[in-house]
Every structure is written in structure tokens, then in C-alpha cells.
């Protein structure tokens, strides 16, 4: 068992995105867990960036605060707080928060599952 407290993941993250990755660095994990801050204005990556996961990945995120527009290729979905989405991460996406107030999404990553 591997237990992160709070405020001890390990961060990153510029431009008024912050990160913190709440699953602990084990061999083998299948998944990771991070939390993003967004400042209005931020942008979680950006358009035309090649995709940051691994073939196969599948990502499902829960909007806990703020509203936020998820761009994944051509497409564009407005998220408010509580909606939460799963889509193929490894195609180009990004999130952008586009309103006035702070945004916060918690993010799942799972990798290399085979599509439906």
C-alpha cells in the first residue's frame, strides 16, 4: 500500500496551470490521478501539441470547480462543475478555462486499453 497525503504530490506545471500528480511513482501502475488548477485564461497544453499519452490511454475527468472547455481534435465540449467525461487521450487535447473565475479538474489517466 502506497498512501499520498495531501499536498504531497509531486507538482508542476506554468502559464497559470498547476498540477499535482496524487498517485505515488510505483513500477507497474496502470493509472495515474492528478488534480489541475486552471486561472481564467490557462490552458492545460495547447492547440497543435502532440498528444502526451501513451497509445491506448483513456482519460476521464471530473470538473470539481469552475466551468471549462475540453478541445480533443476538431471538438469542443463545455464542462461545468460536477460533469465528467472519458475520452481517447492519446488524440490531441487539451482543457481551457475561458471564464473569469478559477477552474480545478481532477484527471484519471489509464494506459494502454484497447479501443471499442
Known sequence: MSIVRRGEGRRGGAGGHAYE????????LR????RHTLAPGAVTGG???PPRHEAGARETALIERGTLT??????QHELHAGDCVTFDADLPHHFANLGKEEAVLLAIVSAGLRRS
Open 70 to 75: 475540453l478541445h480533443v481534435e476538431d471538438a
Open 21 to 28: 500528480l496524487l498517485t505515488p511513482p510505483l513500477p507497474g
Open 47 to 49: 492547440p497543435g501539441d
Open 31 to 34: 493509472a495515474e490521478v492528478t
